[in-house]
């Protein structure tokens, strides 16, 4: 059980991270005249509930082939 709310976790941050830089990125290319690349909260908050939704369901389908 702990070392699957680690691989949750991990899996979470990392996908997390990685949409925001992206979408970050992305953002700061199509509008290079925005002050910073950081997307604003509504975007964060819709990244990070499809990043938690992404981390359950990969860590429901590695507990069943399992």
């Given at each position: 059980?702990?070392?699957?709310?680690?691989?949750?976790?991990a899996?979470?941050?990392?996908?997390?991270?990685?949409?925001?830089?992206?979408?970050?990125t992305?953002a700061?290319?199509?509008?290079?005249h925005?002050i910073?690349?950081?997307?604003?909260?509504?975007?964060?908050?819709?990244?990070?509930?499809?990043?938690?939704?992404i981390?359950?369901?990969n860590?429901?389908r590695?507990?069943?082939?399992?």
């Amino acid at each position: 059980m702990q070392g699957m709310v680690k691989h949750v976790f991990a899996s979470f941050m990392y996908l997390f991270c990685l949409a925001n830089f992206v979408v970050g990125t992305v953002a700061y290319i199509v509008n290079p005249h925005q002050i910073s690349p950081v997307p604003d909260s509504s975007t964060m908050t819709l990244l990070g509930i499809a990043s938690a939704v992404i981390s359950l369901v990969n860590v429901y389908r590695s507990v069943r082939i399992a």
